[in-house]
């Protein structure tokens, strides 16, 4: 691979690495006491992908260690956002479910970041977002097919 393109492709990763940063953090900061970026973060995972994942398969796709995850679903946990049920499959292992709450939770976080957006659309139209966001999801498809 020649300079210029590792340049520009690690330009193009190192950007989305400081929107990723910055984003995170403007969320978080509206987030109730308490309550984390993973936490929304699981909430999130489990209703765009899919309810009732073991703890495993969870930390799987955040790729972080089980115990890691073992001590964020305990938060969600105690605020009532999910429950820990059995597997039905096996009857040893445990699923992770949303609650009606945890779903309020994540609607209300999406809403509380409204005055984050409305700043960035004053200058960065939707239309220019909506055309970005196929291609963005394109490459995080093509990235998370890949990282194993």
Do not use: C
């Not at 009732?52 to 890691?68: E, I, S, Y």
């Amino acid at each position: 691979m020649d300079n210029e393109t590792r340049t520009l492709f690690f330009a193009f990763f190192n950007e989305i690495g400081i929107i990723a940063q910055l984003s995170r953090t403007a969320l978080e900061a509206r987030l109730p006491k308490g309550l984390t970026l993973p936490h929304f973060s699981v909430v999130n995972h489990l209703i765009r992908v899919r309810n009732g994942q073991t703890p495993l398969a969870l930390a799987r796709a955040f790729q972080v260690p089980k115990t890691t995850m073992t001590h964020t679903l305990n938060g969600l946990v105690e605020h009532g956002f999910v429950e820990i049920r059995p597997n039905p499959e096996d009857g040893r292992s445990k699923t992770v479910w949303l609650t009606d709450t945890g779903r309020q939770f994540r609607d209300a976080a999406i809403k509380s970041i409204d005055p984050d957006i409305d700043a960035f659309r004053d200058q960065y139209p939707e239309d220019r977002i909506r055309d970005l966001v196929p291609a963005l999801s394109e490459i995080r498809a093509l990235l998370d097919a890949n990282r194993d």
